[in-house]
């Protein structure tokens, strides 16, 4: 799959599961899970890491930094394999014939479950880097709770994840801190960027029927006991950055329903324009 900043597997090597490549096939599955429910899970997870890719890869060569290029870059291309890795999960429970291209490059937009705070676009640096630091910071939870999965593949893939997103957590929150903590100007722009992404956050740990039965079959990890460790280590960055909790009543949702911001059609038709434009083709 080929989306901003994307680089090809190399020709001839093997990709062990869970890295990126194609997942193992459904290993122990935990009783009374559907595979709609699988699918619906994996979908969720793969298209956050996919569209936070696709956002972080367009500011490539945008970035006040050759160095801070590089970071993103990778940054990018670390979500974009877990995305493949869901996707290509996805594709497999469905059994639809539908891979990894197909599930990211033929989906029309409500069709999409990715929370909408991965698809808001970059205004400015300071949003990019709150909606990392929320975003992330989230990942890293969910990540290394999901490595007790009783679904083997989850598991796996959230091994990985877990340790990249770690580095991902880290470059937020140098970026952050050195914001909020610097000239006046970069602190108000710091706590600007933070407000405009901070109320999506809620959707993060937003719970239907579907996460609550995953939940009940210990295949996912419980949102509502990650919420308190993602608030206070976001809470720990924000003082060192001596920038102020976003206070909100505001809580907009609906991305894992389909429903996305006015931003996500622009981006989507960026990302699939040439999928769209030469179906099947192949180089």
Same mark, same amino acid.
Do not use: C
């Given at each position: 799959?080929?989306?901003?900043?994307?680089?090809?597997?190399?020709?001839?090597?093997?990709?062990?599961?869970?890295?990126?490549?194609?997942?193992?096939?459904?290993?122990?599955?935990?009783?009374?899970?559907?595979?709609?429910?699988?699918?619906?899970?994996?979908?969720?997870?793969?298209?956050?890491?996919?569209? !936070?890719?696709?956002? %972080?890869?367009?500011?490539?060569?945008?970035?006040? $930094? &050759?160095? *801070?290029?590089? +970071? #993103?870059?990778?940054?990018?291309?670390?979500?974009?394999?877990?995305?493949?890795?869901?996707?290509?999960?996805?594709?497999?429970?469905?059994?639809?014939?539908?891979?990894?291209?197909?599930?990211?490059?033929?989906?029309?937009?409500?069709?999409?479950?990715?929370?909408?705070?991965?698809?808001?676009?970059?205004?400015?640096?300071?949003?990019?880097?709150?909606?990392?630091?929320?975003?992330?910071?989230?990942?890293?939870?969910?990540?290394?709770?999901?490595?007790?999965?009783?679904?083997?593949?989850?598991?796996?893939?959230?091994?990985?994840?877990?340790?990249?997103?770690?580095?991902?957590?880290?470059?937020?929150?140098?970026?952050?801190?050195?914001?909020?903590?610097?000239?006046?100007?970069?602190?108000?722009? !710091?706590?600007?960027? %933070?407000?405009?992404?901070?109320?999506?956050?809620? $959707? &993060?740990? *937003?719970?239907? +029927? #579907?996460?609550?039965?995953?939940?009940?079959?210990?295949?996912?990890?419980?949102?509502?006991?990650?919420?308190?460790?993602?608030?206070?280590?976001?809470?720990?960055?924000?003082?060192?950055?001596?920038?102020?909790?976003?206070?909100?009543?505001?809580?907009?949702?609906?991305?894992?329903?389909?429903?996305?911001?006015?931003?996500?059609?622009?981006?989507?038709?960026?990302?699939?324009?040439?999928?769209?434009?030469?179906?099947?083709?192949?180089?």
């Amino acid at each position: 799959m080929t989306t901003a900043g994307s680089r090809p597997t190399p020709a001839g090597r093997p990709t062990p599961p869970g890295t990126g490549g194609a997942p193992t096939p459904p290993g122990n599955r935990a009783t009374g899970v559907t595979s709609e429910d699988l699918v619906t899970y994996a979908l969720r997870l793969g298209d956050d890491a996919l569209i !936070m890719a696709q956002r %972080l890869g367009s500011l490539v060569t945008n970035l006040p $930094e &050759l160095e *801070e290029d590089l +970071a #993103v870059a990778n940054i990018a291309l670390d979500l974009l394999g877990q995305a493949r890795a869901l996707l290509t999960y996805a594709g497999q429970l469905e059994g639809k014939g539908r891979g990894e291209d197909e599930l990211a490059l033929e989906r029309d937009e409500r069709e999409f479950l990715n929370v909408q705070l991965v698809e808001l676009p970059d205004r400015d640096f300071a949003v990019t880097m709150g909606r990392l630091l929320l975003f992330s910071t989230y990942q890293l939870g969910l990540y290394r709770a999901l490595t007790g999965s009783r679904d083997e593949t989850l598991a796996g893939v959230a091994a990985k994840a877990a340790k990249e997103v770690a580095y991902h957590r880290d470059h937020a929150e140098h970026w952050v801190v050195r914001l909020g903590d610097g000239t006046e100007e970069s602190h108000a722009r !710091m706590q600007a960027g %933070l407000a405009e992404v901070w109320p999506y956050g809620a $959707e &993060l740990f *937003e719970v239907d +029927a #579907v996460q609550e039965r995953l939940e009940r079959a210990e295949v996912a990890p419980d949102l509502a006991a990650l919420r308190p460790g993602w608030e206070s280590s976001i809470g720990e960055v924000l003082a060192e950055a001596t920038l102020e909790p976003v206070e909100t009543s505001w809580e907009p949702s609906g991305g894992r329903r389909g429903l996305h911001t006015e931003s996500f059609g622009y981006l989507l038709a960026e990302m699939q324009h040439l999928r769209r434009s030469h179906p099947g083709a192949r180089w």
